[in-house]
């Protein structure tokens, strides 16, 4: 790692009783992809404006380009930002949005407009220059917006959750564009978002934060693979979460006893005792069905309750024969259980390696 | 998410103080203030020269004078009737236009309600003068009709007085009971339908409560400006047209007696504020609420 | 009722009968005055003499003087638009600061203030102008007693037409502008400043581009407001009448057409400008 362009350290913002940002910490690496990941309400929206200057912190320090910013107002920062609704000036045209920050900094006009369309055509939005910003498409007035922010040179581009507003084809196309202009750009960029699968394909790094602290920061695999406590388990990707209690520890496997009757084994993740209740995060994907009964002791069985077709994300809800418990298993895209039918009974059986369990939290929050 | 505005850096108190002063400028010096004077003309009496001491002598004189507080009940009451014919006339109106004219229909017809409000009372005036006097049109085109024999005065009635205040009030009303009506969802009235209700029981039931607000709003408005107009009343309705704001015009700058004026003004503003206070309760609204809407 | 419901036939007639009478009913005083303004007779009557436009234009100081050679009525609008300028600068200004006010800052006796500036909307013309009167001359009194100073713009006059229309036209100038203002998306603010732009370049560069629509209209319907006050300008006005009041006296007196040319006049003149405002309008105001 270079030298960080972000750090925080052991930031603090309080609401009145409410503590909305707790004593947190991280770093972004020069020209990294980070992403704050975390549902409504986490405390992400105010940790991003408190970076661009917008809130000031109640306690902790937070330096850009290592340069402390406290005391310094959010237009003096080396920091720019795209707004959740994009905030563009509908009073202004497209060429006159990207060329406000550098009309601020007195650049001449003939340089402003000079830089404005070299930016506008980076982003493949060449010769908008005149036109209105109600007059482009969602896409479209994404790219104005950053180019209105990537033309200053920030150091940081905080972006709070732009692709929010665009609908679910739009959603896909613009991230993988946004990627590319993060990598074309070199620019760091701090990206919160809610939606798990923006944060696993853009980032280098996420944080995955929860009541105002982070859960875990790793690399989209890590959280993937190796989430280290239940919320990131059950929040980035999908999982299927089963209570129970551990019926016995064998060094990093655990054997979990679900109480009515299943028994299933998994990975150990932090501390687990003998008789402590357990949480257990199986994905959909690391099951697999087979027709064919065996007698292992990973094998399990169960009844076809659905079937959820979903192209390449199909899968099968079943019904555990034992406990009753519905398990999501995905289907392969082999075919071979095209022809499976609802209230058929079926095989299913997971490496333990690739399920988790964690001593199940005490307040019991989802 | 907790609302994370922003404590704006250099919000401090000078600033809050400046952008105040010419609210409490205004509202003091021009309107708490003077009625306050106008409060101490009213209650005082005139004993010498220079010398006044507090009495109730102009309220008394307004109680014992017949034609002072005749003046008074006769303005206030034709103020209603005119309020109430006002909202009746103009419901139709912007019903149509908010509910049934569509697109470019519904502008102009909207226009068309606003263009006679961007002239001036006095040219309204004229035009409705011009119409009723026995020289007028209105009698010559009977006559011609041969309807009347004769040329008849139709100026100095009350029914003229009214159709000049109605006239006058028309835009006050509709813009109000637009905005009311046009944020009514068309799908409760077809819900209302389909669920079996006939049109009137829509109205009752459906159109009347949801826009109670821009009526309530539109009916305190064109009775303030009914009770407090001069023009109409005074060309319309002749010398003795017995308008409560002529009285105290008269009062005030032709007999130069201030305290007798001051008490008739306070009157006014305690009549006019007491039905608006009756109105909203009557409607179970508040006031912030109900001006806020015009 | 609605398109979308059936609606028999006698009921869309009567409907359409009815929308007619009442723009019968709107424009036919209007009508009429037009109509007068061109007749060839001493008096706006019937029957109709023949055309002239001697009442705009005639110059015979023994008979007929048009409007625009009547000294008095020239100097009379004049007198309207000098009271509207500096009632509409007022206005829009105070209503500005007070938009600003309530919408961007908390105080306490916040709720009363805001409910203290829709007074004047509900205090009739006539008591605001004999309110202002009163206390205008006693503190003019108070002045000449103690300092003996004669203060000559607290006696009947234009100031203090101007102040007594001001009263009650700031009220309807913070109104709009304060809902303009709160419909103002504040993100922009913030996005502004992100950009490195300073308070006084976002307030130019954002929001007074922003609250220009409704700046424009408020003045405009400022200065219409006050053309056409009659209460209280005339229990404030000194010895020179702004139109309104003139017309008024003379229409006491028995008019002359002379009036219904003015009244022409100030027809085209209110249409041009509605025109104007209409015409510049809709282009940036989707704002």
């Not at chain 1, 992809?33 to 200057?53: D, E, N, Y």
């Not at chain 1, 960029?189 to 944060?199: G, K, M, P, R, W």
């Not at chain 2, 109430?84 to 470019?104: D, E, H, M, N, Q």
Request: contains cysteine.
């Amino acid at each position: 790692m270079n030298q960080p362009d972000l750090t925080a350290q052991a930031v603090v913002k309080r609401f009145g009783d409410h503590v909305a940002v707790d004593s947190i910490s991280f770093e972004v690496a020069r020209g990294s992809f980070f992403s704050i990941l975390g549902p409504s309400g986490c405390g992400k929206t105010t940790l991003l404006r408190m970076i661009a200057g917008f809130l000031e912190p109640d306690g902790g320090e937070i330096a850009i380009g290592g340069k402390s910013m406290r005391g310094v107002a959010p237009n003096r920062r080396p920091v720019n930002m795209v707004f959740q609704q994009l905030a563009l000036f509908p009073m202004m045209s497209v060429g006159e949005n990207v060329e406000f920050g550098l009309a601020r900094r007195g650049v001449g006009r003939a340089e402003r407009r000079k830089k404005a369309e070299a930016m506008l055509e980076r982003v493949g939005l060449a010769g908008a220059t005149a036109k209105r910003v109600d007059e482009l498409s969602g896409g479209q007035r994404q790219r104005v917006a950053i180019a209105r922010s990537l033309v200053l040179e920030p150091t940081l581009l905080l972006l709070d959750e732009p692709l929010g507003a665009l609908d679910l084809k739009l959603r896909e196309h613009m991230k993988i564009e946004l990627k590319q202009l993060q990598a074309d750009f070199g620019t760091t960029f701090v990206y919160i978002t809610h939606d798990q699968s923006e944060a696993l394909v853009l980032s280098d790094h996420v944080g995955v934060m929860n009541h105002g602290r982070f859960e875990q920061i790793g690399t989209p695999q890590d959280l993937y693979y190796r989430p280290l406590t239940p919320f990131v388990a059950g929040f980035v990707g999908d999982s299927n979460r089963l209570t129970g209690r551990a019926s016995g520890v064998d060094g990093g496997l655990v054997r979990i006893d679900t109480g009515d009757g299943w028994v299933v084994e998994a990975r150990r993740e932090g501390d687990v005792a003998n008789g402590d209740a357990v949480e257990v995060f199986v994905r959909p994907e690391a099951a697999m069905l087979s027709r064919a009964r065996e007698s292992s002791a990973a094998s399990h069985e169960g009844v076809v309750e659905s079937l959820l077709f979903d192209g390449a994300k199909s899968a099968v809800l079943l019904r555990e024969r034992r406990s009753r418990r519905e398990v999501r298993v995905a289907l392969p895209q082999t075919g071979e259980f095209a022809d499976l039918q609802t209230g058929e009974a079926v095989a299913f059986r997971f490496d333990p390696a690739r399920a988790v369990c964690f001593r199940a939290r005490r307040d019991g929050d989802a | 998410m907790p609302d994370a505005s922003v404590a704006a850096p250099g919000d401090s108190g000078w600033r809050k103080a400046l952008l105040m002063a010419p609210a409490l400028a205004w509202l003091g010096l021009l309107i708490v203030l003077p009625h306050a004077e106008l409060a101490v003309l009213s209650f005082r009496e005139q004993v010498g020269p220079r010398h006044y001491v507090p009495s109730l002598s102009h309220y008394h004189e307004f109680f014992h004078e017949p034609e002072y507080w005749h003046t008074f009940v006769r303005t206030a009451w034709m103020s209603i009737v005119a309020t109430f014919a006002t909202l009746c006339l103009a419901f139709p109106i912007a019903w149509v236009i908010a509910k049934i004219a569509r697109g470019r229909a519904a502008v102009w017809l909207f226009l068309a309600c606003m263009i006679p409000f961007w002239i001036s009372e006095t040219v309204r005036t004229l035009g409705w003068m011009i119409l009723l006097r026995e020289t007028g049109v209105l009698p010559a085109l009977l006559v011609k009709l041969g309807i009347l024999a004769h040329p008849v005065e139709f100026l100095y009635h009350d029914t003229t007085i009214l159709v000049g205040l109605i006239y006058n009030s028309m835009l006050f009303m509709i813009v109000p009971l637009i905005s009311s009506l046009e944020s009514l969802d068309n799908a409760l009235i077809e819900a209302a339908y389909d669920l079996g209700a006939n049109g009137f029981t829509v109205l009752r039931k459906i159109v009347i409560p949801h826009a109670a607000p821009g009526i309530t709003a539109g009916s305190i408005i064109v009775f303030m400006l009914t009770l407090g107009d001069y023009i109409t009343p005074t060309l319309l309705g002749g010398k003795d047209s017995g308008w409560f704001t002529e009285q105290i015009y008269t009062e005030f700058i032709t007999r130069f007696d201030w305290g007798q004026g001051a008490a008739f003004g306070f009157l006014l503003l305690v009549l006019s504020t007491l039905i608006v206070v009756a109105g909203l309760k009557l409607t179970g609204q508040r006031f912030g609420d109900v001006m806020g809407r015009t | 009722m609605i398109p979308s419901l059936p609606r028999p036939a006698w009921l869309r007639v009567a409907t359409a009968l009815y929308v007619a009478a009442f723009l019968g009913f709107l424009f036919l005083p209007l009508i009429v005055v037009s109509v007068f303004a061109f007749n060839d007779a001493p008096y706006p009557a019937p029957p109709w003499h023949g055309f002239t436009l001697d009442w705009f234009f005639a110059n015979d100081p023994a008979g007929r003087l048009g409007m625009f050679h009547d000294d008095e009525l020239m100097h009379s609008i004049w007198t309207s638009c000098k009271v509207g300028v500096w009632v509409t600068l007022l206005a829009v200004l105070v209503g500005l600061v007070n938009a600003l006010l309530l919408e961007r800052h908390e105080f306490r006796g916040k709720k009363l203030l805001s409910i203290l500036m829709l007074v004047p909307l509900v205090i009739p013309g006539v008591i605001l102008g004999i309110s202002i009167l009163a206390f205008a001359s006693q503190i003019a009194q108070f002045l000449n007693d103690h300092f003996h100073w004669y203060v000559r713009f607290l006696r009947p006059g234009l100031p203090l037409v101007v102040l007594g229309q001001f009263s009650y036209i700031a009220t309807i100038a913070t109104l709009t502008l304060r809902a303009r203002l709160s419909r103002f998306d504040r993100t922009l603010e913030d996005a502004a400043l992100n950009l490195g732009a300073s308070r006084a370049a976002t307030f130019r560069t954002i929001l007074l581009p922003y609250l220009r629509p409704a700046l424009v209209g408020t003045a405009m319907m400022s200065f219409l407001l006050s053309f056409a006050d009659f209460n209280t300008t005339l229990m404030l006005v000194g010895g020179n009448p702004p139109l309104t009041v003139l017309m008024y006296g003379r229409m006491h007196e028995g008019a002359t057409p002379v009036l219904n040319a003015v009244s022409v006049f100030l027809m085209a003149a209110s249409a041009l400008l509605a025109i104007a405002l209409l015409r510049r309008g809709p282009r940036r105001a989707s704002a």
